[in-house]
Nanobody
């Protein structure tokens, strides 16, 4: 039911910052666990982080913890991924995903039902 559209990707220098947006329609982000995932060429899709539908619980991959932050703006029906201290290894296509919220936060790609088209993030050295 929900459609997701990512935006904000681009080319940045190592150490820089970038904020990705995920605009939702057909559903409210306040009713979904929202996750961010990424996939680099030749690599498996991996979780970046996720936030529960209530916005109470969150999860971040060890590789990004302390550098990336997920936030939800229910009024704008938009989820953000703030990326700071970017590294070349962060280069990937970043995807926003949603799944109906339950009693636990979902953190794996197969658990998510709705996906955006992805946005490219390239970090130069």
């Amino acid at each position: 039911q929900v459609q997701l559209v990512e935006s904000g990707g681009g080319l940045v220098q190592a150490g820089g910052s970038l904020r990705l947006s995920c605009a939702a329609s057909g559903g409210t982000v306040g009713s979904y666990d929202m996750g961010w995932f990424r996939q680099a060429p030749g690599k498996e899709r991996e979780v970046v982080g996720a936030v529960s539908w209530r916005g109470i619980d969150s999860y971040y991959a060890a590789s990004v913890k302390g550098r990336f932050t997920i936030s939800k703006d229910n009024a704008k029906n938009t989820v953000y991924l703030q990326m700071n201290s970017l590294k070349p290894e962060d280069t990937a296509v970043y995807y926003c995903a949603a799944v109906g919220g339950t009693t636990r936060i979902r953190t794996q790609p197969y658990e998510y039902d709705y996906w955006g088209q992805g946005t490219q993030v390239t970090v130069s050295s």
